[in-house]
Structure formats: structure tokens, C-alpha cells
């Protein structure tokens, strides 16, 4: 079993781009492949309590997040840098995450076989 650690850069909402990559995060675990979500930047806006999608007619992208664990997908991080820059602590998330300095990135990264930035 391979060990995958997706990469998210982008808010929730905007657009279809966040929702094919939940998808092809889900398809990945599917196939009982480790799976791991990295939030990056306006990323950390995905797990924040609250989050309506409004009119648009994206996905409910909190609704999908919380399904992960249904496929295995418990280990989700973030920078603390991303959040602190966008006001954000992790009380303010809807799931647990695992907050990490910029500095430990690259070691995290190091950790997986396939790094899949999205």
C-alpha cells in the first residue's frame, strides 16, 4: 500500500477544481491506498464551521469532508502559519487537525510515497 498525501491550496467554494480533488481523494482511498489531506493557504477555509455554499452550485464541500473517516481519511493537516494569516485557530475547524510549522512541512512531505498537489 502506497501512502498518498494530497496537497489543497484553494478555499472552499471556488469551484469545481476543490471538489474533483475530494473526489479523486475518495477514489484513492477507495482502493485502500493511505490517504492523507494537507490544507495549505486559503485551503484551511474547507474545515471552517459554518460554511454555506449559498446559491452557487457547488458541491457542500463540509458535507464531503465529513465523510473522510467513512474511508479511512483521519489524518488531515495544516500549517499554522495558514491559519494565523487568515485569522483562523483550529477551534474554528469543524474537523480535528494536526497543525504544523512551516518549517516541518518538508519532513512531513518526505513521509509519503506519492505527494499529489492540487
Given at each position: 500500500?502506497k501512502?498518498y498525501?494530497?496537497?489543497l491550496r484553494?478555499?472552499a ?8 480533488m ?10 485502500d491506498?493511505s490517504?492523507?489531506i494537507?490544507?495549505?493557504d486559503d485551503?484551511?477555509?474547507q ?14 464541500t463540509?458535507a464531503i469532508?465529513?465523510a473522510?473517516?467513512?474511508?479511512d481519511?483521519?489524518n ?5 502559519e ?6 483562523l485557530?483550529?477551534?474554528d ?6 497543525v ?9 512531505m ?5 505527494v499529489?498537489?492540487?
Open positions: 500500500m501512502k498525501l494530497f496537497v484553494k478555499p467554494h471556488s469551484g469545481a477544481h476543490v471538489q474533483e475530494l473526489d479523486i481523494i475518495l477514489i484513492t482511498a477507495a482502493f491506498q490517504v492523507s494537507l490544507l495549505l485551503a484551511v477555509f474545515l471552517k464551521n459554518g460554511q454555506q455554499p449559498g446559491q452557487s452550485r457547488n458541491k457542500d463540509a469532508y465529513k473522510l473517516a467513512l474511508y481519511i483521519n488531515i493537516y495544516t500549517e499554522t495558514s491559519l494565523e494569516q487568515r485569522g485557530v483550529p477551534g475547524l469543524f474537523l480535528p487537525v494536526q504544523l510549522s512551516r518549517n516541518n512541512i518538508t519532513g512531513l518526505k513521509q509519503f510515497d506519492v499529489f498537489a492540487g
